[in-house]
């Protein structure tokens, strides 16, 4: 199979097109420096140094083979050899499988071609840029080549600038020179061109200017004059010399705007929905009220929602002529769902943007996405979405275009808050169904119209199923359609999965014509997989599951994929559809003895539990400075993070009670900082549950307690103060003042969000006297801290700061550097002294840079918002406004919404103290609705202070 690799951008690899799993930062560092050397050997030496720079760890060699030998298993498909070499390692592959490699030698062909094969070849050359490269990697090695790769990138722009000037291709170039030369006003080669651009468009004054300009600018920064080829371009200007226009070989022609045109192929045989079409026809004359037109076809697995959106879409792309954008978000699949940011990635360059115009971050990318598409009508096809968050980026803020989504979800979030008209899909109806399988079939449908019939609602009317069956009759001429009939009769009796009446369950039956074919070792090896009770397993967690060698695992699932009874997903994982997973598990529960089917679950929790432990130990090591890989721990809980949601409460849910409480005790501390919340209700709720099935107190206490938090978090304050009054009652009877301490403190901050500032203080001084008891230092540092905010929240601003001074003292015994900064930050911000606002900076700065070393998305987010408070008390706004926007997107991204709101008004502050009293008003609407909303009545007060 054929490979492809990209370093200009992200590190990527694809065979075949498709993507592969190449593992944490790390090891896609390894293969980035094989990548720029490829061909060539690359010794340990230099690897090492290239991977860690100065500081390698002590087994930095082991981890380097570890990461080498798993980047040959990726790359074995393609016939890519990583090979052992008296120099040291190199890899095999074409250099023009290699876009940096492929890049440099179209430079250097177009650097000695006549002109128009030199504008397409670099202008082939420069469309290999996807961003900058190695994005998110960062060593020094890299750092240096990614600067260096900058600019040789920037060399073959200036020459694409002089072929498209001696081409006559002036004012197409203007807008892009005007922009490269705000990026480099001392480059002088760039200025000849632009001025020389300006000539030529009859803007003489304005070339002049230019090099006035740049002449003051060298004198300014570097103490020089214009070279001779700057100022005699310029004396030439100003004499008017016709010889500056008699090069131009080609009629001056505007570049026409990027018309994307990204619909997928017409579906073949596509039958009905007629109503649905006609609604969706509805939708184009809806003028420009709402602003925005989105449209949302839902509807179960199979219904067919892909193949109408596309349908009518082709329809009706003459209504749009600017172009039709299209990406499927696979919300669904087995593989990960379609990053928001590659999306907007993709979109971007479909409309023309350049790889090293593309910003990266998500937030300025749907900016830039948003702006592309003023003006511009167009169709925007989200195929596949699982959620509002994964579209809301998606969408343009413009009336001249149109949104059409489809989606399992019906997405209440996109009718509620962006006006989205739904569409929901039912079955086709019998007639329609009949139909489809004589457009697929032929005239055997004619000759057995009632056998037909019975077709249809043996595969419950779902055009998937429909096409399914379909095929197999082709394929199967001998065979009647009668017989056909029978066949999925006999086997919907043994395997109708779900109440009666539900249209899912025939669909089931036609998977058993491929489950027939297996060899016993892959049909055992697919039953049990349906048992799984993830969405993705990983090849080692499959070995468990079967008791089987990992090699093994992976022949077996590869007969699965190949008879297309699982999917490969990125990473060494794998998958099945919903409903082969339903139909493989009946199988299971079918021929595979209660035992085996105990034990096989019994290996697969045992995997998952002993990794969990693992990876925390090495993430959060009870020796500070303890060997182990962070980043390869880190990477296997994310990779893992929704199965092992999954596996907390399928144990609960299926009386593996102590697994429950084990695996969400174990992974508590890890997503509270900085998985995504609802996900960690998911576990610790499956823990509640399972530790009341027990009678287990404490750790039903602990499990609350751990709830309580998250709910706070999601902005779900009464409930949340519920949940802690329950852990309370538990810890009570249980003589654990230090759990009884933290449930104080924080059941405390509930009250703080709802406004009740004497309740609060209450419990906050009753955690106190239990900290005080345990002579628990960063106890009372922190419950200080809180009480300051209470006294400063009531005006005494005295109090406040000696409860400050106080637990700086506190925190400073136990050498917590984080509250250590954030007690400074507060006594800054009281006092507005500018050298005390600079020493907060300092030390948060200093955080901030362990919080992102640590992966610690909630203590980044918290840090930031400490921060932009710094920098605003000191006047220093759009410094704060940049921290906290960044804090608000991490404050999302988690689902942490209190600290949303909290991050919408510090915004709102911001903003109107830069004059953007516009856009200050509109963040704290937002904050006063979600703070309503969540019940805060804290932010609904700022809130309405700012407004």
């Given at each position: 199979?054929?490979?492809?690799?990209?370093?200009?951008?992200?590190?990527?690899a694809?065979?075949a097109?498709?993507?592969?799993g190449?593992?944490?930062?790390?090891?896609?560092?390894?293969l980035a420096?094989?990548?720029?050397?490829?061909?060539?050997?690359?010794t340990?030496?230099?690897?090492?140094?290239?991977?860690w720079?100065?500081?390698?760890?002590?087994?930095?060699?082991?981890?380097?083979?570890s990461?080498?030998?798993?980047?040959?298993?990726?790359?074995?498909?393609?016939?890519?050899?990583?090979?052992?070499?008296?120099?040291?390692?190199a890899?095999?592959?074409?250099?023009?499988?290699?876009?940096?490699?492929?890049?440099?030698?179209?430079v250097?062909?177009?650097?000695?071609?006549?002109?128009?094969?030199?504008?397409?070849?670099?202008?082939?050359?420069l469309?290999?840029?996807r961003?900058?490269?190695?994005?998110?990697?960062?060593?020094?090695?890299?750092?240096?080549?990614?600067?260096?790769?900058?600019?040789?990138?920037?060399?073959?722009?200036?020459?694409?600038?002089?072929?498209?000037?001696?081409?006559?291709?002036?004012?197409?170039?203007?807008?892009?020179?005007?922009a490269?030369?705000?990026?480099?006003?001392?480059?002088?080669?760039?200025?000849?061109?632009?001025?020389?651009a300006?000539?030529?468009?009859?803007?003489q004054?304005?070339?002049?200017e230019?090099?006035?300009?740049?002449r003051?600018?060298l004198?300014?920064?570097?103490g020089?004059d214009?070279?001779?080829?700057?100022?005699?371009l310029h004396?030439?200007?100003l004499?008017?010399?016709p010889t500056?226009?008699?090069?131009?070989?080609?009629?001056?022609?505007a570049?026409?705007?990027?018309?994307?045109?990204?619909?997928?192929?017409?579906?073949?045989?596509f039958?009905?929905?007629?109503?649905?079409?006609?609604?969706?026809?509805?939708?184009?004359?809806?003028?420009?009220?709402?602003?925005?037109?989105?449209?949302?076809?839902s509807?179960?697995?199979?219904?067919?929602?892909?193949?109408?959106a596309v349908?009518?879409?082709?329809?009706?792309?003459?209504?749009?002529?600017?172009?039709?954008?299209?990406?499927n978000?696979r919300?669904?699949?087995a593989?990960?769902p379609v990053?928001?940011?590659?999306?907007?990635?993709?979109?971007?360059?479909?409309?023309?943007?350049?790889?090293?115009?593309?910003?990266p971050?998500?937030?300025?990318?749907?900016?830039r996405y948003?702006?592309?598409?003023?003006?511009?009508?167009?169709?925007?096809?989200?195929?596949?979405?699982?959620?509002?968050?994964?579209v809301?980026?998606?969408?343009?803020?413009?009336?001249?275009?149109?949104?059409?989504?489809?989606?399992r979800d019906?997405?209440?979030?996109?009718?509620?808050?962006?006006?989205?008209?739904?569409?929901?899909?039912?079955?086709?109806?019998v007639?329609?169904?009949?139909?489809?399988?004589?457009?697929?079939?032929?005239?055997?449908?004619?000759?057995?119209?009632?056998?037909?019939?019975?077709?249809?609602?043996?595969?419950?009317?779902?055009?998937?199923a429909?096409?399914?069956?379909a095929?197999?009759?082709?394929?199967?001429?001998?065979?009647?359609?009668?017989?056909?009939v029978?066949?999925?009769?006999?086997?919907?009796?043994?395997?109708?999965?779900?109440?009666?009446?539900d249209?899912?369950?025939e669909?089931?039956?036609?998977?058993?014509w491929?489950?027939?074919n297996?060899?016993?070792?892959?049909?055992?090896?697919?039953?049990?997989?349906?048992?799984?009770?993830?969405?993705?397993?990983?090849?080692e967690?499959?070995?468990?599951?079967?008791?089987?060698?990992?090699?093994?695992?992976?022949?077996?699932?590869g007969?699965?994929?190949?008879?297309?009874?699982?999917?490969?997903?990125?990473?060494?994982?794998?998958?099945?559809?919903?409903?082969?997973?339903?139909?493989?598990?009946?199988?299971?529960?079918?021929?595979?003895p209660?035992?085996?089917?105990?034990?096989a679950?019994?290996?697969?929790f045992?995997?998952?539990?002993?990794?969990?432990v693992?990876?925390?130990?090495?993430?959060?090591?009870?020796?500070?400075?303890a060997?182990?890989?962070a980043?390869?721990?880190?990477?296997?809980?994310?990779?893992?993070?929704?199965?092992l949601?999954?596996?907390c409460?399928?144990?609960?849910?299926?009386?593996?009670?102590?697994?429950?409480?084990?695996?969400?005790?174990?992974?508590?501390?890890?997503?509270?900082?900085?998985?995504?919340?609802?996900?960690?209700?998911?576990?610790?709720?499956?823990?509640?549950?399972?530790?009341?099935?027990?009678?287990?107190?404490?750790?039903?206490?602990?499990?609350?307690?751990?709830?309580?938090r998250?709910?706070r978090?999601?902005?779900?304050?009464?409930?949340?103060a519920?949940?802690?009054?329950?852990?309370?009652?538990?810890?009570?009877?249980?003589?654990?003042?230090?759990?009884?301490?933290?449930?104080?403190?924080n059941?405390?901050?509930?009250h703080?969000?709802?406004?009740?500032?004497?309740?609060?203080a209450?419990?906050?001084e009753?955690?106190?006297?239990?900290y005080e008891?345990l002579?628990?230092?960063?106890?009372q540092?922190?419950?200080?801290v809180?009480?300051?905010?209470?006294?400063?929240?009531?005006?005494?601003?005295?109090?406040?700061?000696?409860?400050?001074?106080?637990?700086?003292?506190?925190?400073?015994?136990?050498?917590d550097?984080?509250?250590?900064?954030?007690?400074?930050?507060l006594?800054?911000?009281?006092?507005?002294?500018?050298?005390?606002?600079?020493?907060a900076?300092a030390?948060?700065?200093?955080?901030l840079?362990?919080?992102?070393?640590?992966?610690?998305?909630?203590?980044?987010a918290?840090?930031?918002?400490?921060?932009?408070a710094?920098?605003?008390?000191?006047?220093?706004?759009?410094?704060?406004?940049?921290?906290?926007?960044r804090?608000?997107v991490?404050?999302?991204?988690?689902?942490?919404?209190?600290?949303?709101?909290?991050?919408?008004?510090?915004?709102?502050q911001?903003?109107?103290?830069?004059?953007?009293?516009?856009?200050?008003?509109?963040?704290?609407?937002?904050?006063?609705i979600?703070?309503?909303?969540?019940?805060?009545?804290?932010?609904?007060?700022?809130?309405?202070?700012g407004?």
């Open positions: 199979m054929t490979a492809e690799f990209g370093v200009l951008g992200v590190v990527e694809r065979i097109g498709q993507p592969v190449l593992g944490h930062a790390r090891q896609r560092s390894v420096a094989l990548l720029v050397e490829v061909g060539r050997p690359v340990v030496d230099q690897l090492i140094d290239r991977v720079g100065d500081d390698p760890p002590q087994r930095a060699a082991a981890a380097l083979y990461y080498l030998s798993r980047l040959r298993t990726a790359l074995t498909e393609a016939d890519i050899k990583i090979e052992r070499r008296p120099g040291g390692y890899l095999t592959a074409d250099p023009e499988a290699v876009d940096l490699h492929r890049f440099r030698r179209l250097a062909l177009a650097r000695g071609a006549p002109d128009r094969s030199a504008a397409e070849q670099i202008t082939e050359a469309q290999l840029w961003g900058e490269p190695f994005a998110g990697l960062d060593t020094p090695w890299l750092s240096s080549t990614r600067e260096l790769l900058l600019g040789e990138l920037f060399a073959a722009e200036l020459d694409h600038h002089d072929v498209l000037l001696r081409l006559g291709r002036h004012s197409e170039l203007l807008p892009r020179l005007t490269a030369v705000a990026e480099h006003p001392l480059d002088e080669r760039l200025a000849e061109q632009f001025m020389l300006l000539y030529r468009c009859g803007r004054a304005d070339a002049d230019q090099y006035r300009r740049i003051h600018s004198a300014e920064e570097l020089s214009p070279g001779p080829g700057l100022r005699r004396e030439r200007i004499a008017a010399d500056l226009t008699a090069a131009i070989t080609t009629v001056q022609v570049a026409p705007r990027s018309v994307p045109a990204q619909l997928p192929a017409d579906v073949r045989a039958t009905g929905r007629d109503s649905e079409l006609a609604a969706l026809d509805r939708s184009l004359s809806q003028g420009d009220e709402p602003p925005l037109t989105v449209v949302l076809l509807g179960t697995a199979g219904v067919g929602k892909s193949a109408l349908r009518w879409a082709h329809r009706v792309r003459e209504a749009f002529p600017d172009g039709q954008l299209y990406v978000l919300g669904y699949d593989e990960q990053a928001v940011g590659d999306a907007l990635s993709g979109f971007l360059t479909a409309l023309g943007v350049r790889g090293q115009e593309i910003p971050g998500v937030e300025e990318r749907a900016g948003r702006s592309e598409l003023t003006g511009r009508r167009m169709l925007v096809l989200l195929d596949n979405a699982s959620s509002v968050e994964q809301r980026p998606l969408l343009p803020g413009t009336g001249s275009c149109l949104v059409l989504i489809t989606s019906a997405l209440p979030g996109m009718v509620a808050l962006h006006g989205a008209e739904r569409i929901n899909l039912d079955l086709l109806p007639a329609d169904a009949v139909g489809l399988l004589r457009r697929l079939i032929g005239d055997r449908v004619d000759r057995e119209v009632r056998v037909a019939e019975d077709l249809a609602a043996a595969c419950a009317r779902l055009p998937l429909l096409r399914i069956a095929e197999l009759a082709a394929a199967r001429t001998d065979v009647s359609l009668e017989e056909l029978g066949e999925l009769s006999d086997h919907r009796m043994r395997l109708d999965l779900l109440d009666a009446g249209p899912r369950a669909v089931r039956a036609v998977f058993s491929s489950y027939q297996l060899p016993a070792d892959a049909a055992r090896v697919f039953r049990l997989l349906g048992l799984h009770p993830g969405e993705t397993a990983h090849v967690a499959v070995a468990a599951l079967t008791g089987t060698g990992v090699g093994e695992a992976r022949r077996l699932l007969v699965l994929v190949r008879a297309s009874l699982a999917q490969a997903a990125r990473g060494g994982r794998y998958g099945m559809h919903d409903l082969l997973r339903a139909y493989a598990a009946e199988l299971a529960a079918e021929h595979d209660s035992i085996e089917r105990e034990a679950l019994t290996r697969l045992d995997h998952y539990l002993a990794g969990s693992s990876a925390m130990a090495t993430l959060y090591p009870a020796v500070p400075g060997a182990g890989d980043e390869a721990a880190r990477g296997w809980i994310e990779a893992e993070r929704p199965t949601a999954a596996v409460t399928y144990a609960a849910a299926h009386g593996r009670h102590r697994l429950a409480i084990d695996l969400a005790g174990t992974l508590f501390r890890y997503l509270d900082a900085g998985g995504p919340v609802a996900e960690a209700v998911t576990v610790t709720s499956s823990a509640v549950s399972a530790a009341r099935a027990l009678g287990d107190r404490r750790a039903q206490a602990r499990a609350l307690s751990d709830l309580g998250l709910h978090r999601q902005g779900r304050l009464s409930e949340s519920g949940t802690y009054g329950q852990a309370l009652a538990l810890y009570a009877g249980l003589d654990d003042p230090a759990a009884e301490a933290v449930v104080l403190r059941l405390g901050s509930v703080w969000r709802l406004g009740d500032y004497r309740q609060a209450d419990h906050y009753r955690a106190w006297a239990l008891r002579g628990d230092d960063a106890g540092a922190d419950v200080s809180r009480l300051g905010l209470v006294d400063a929240r009531l005006g005494d601003e005295a109090q406040a700061t000696k409860r400050f001074q106080a637990a700086l003292e506190l925190a400073g015994r136990t050498g550097k984080f509250s250590e900064a954030y007690v400074i930050s006594l800054a911000r009281l006092s507005g002294e500018p050298a005390e606002l600079d020493r900076a030390h948060l700065e200093r955080s840079a362990v919080a992102r070393r640590n992966g610690d998305r909630t203590a980044e918290y840090v930031l918002t400490d921060l932009a710094v920098h605003a008390r000191g006047g220093r706004h759009a410094e704060a406004t940049a921290h906290l926007r804090a608000l991490l404050h999302r991204r988690i689902g942490d919404r209190a600290s949303e709101a909290e991050a919408l008004n510090d915004l709102g911001a903003l109107r103290a830069i004059g953007e009293t516009g856009e200050a008003r509109a963040q704290h609407e937002q904050a006063l979600l703070a309503r909303e969540i019940g805060d009545r804290y932010e609904q007060e700022r809130a309405g202070e407004l």
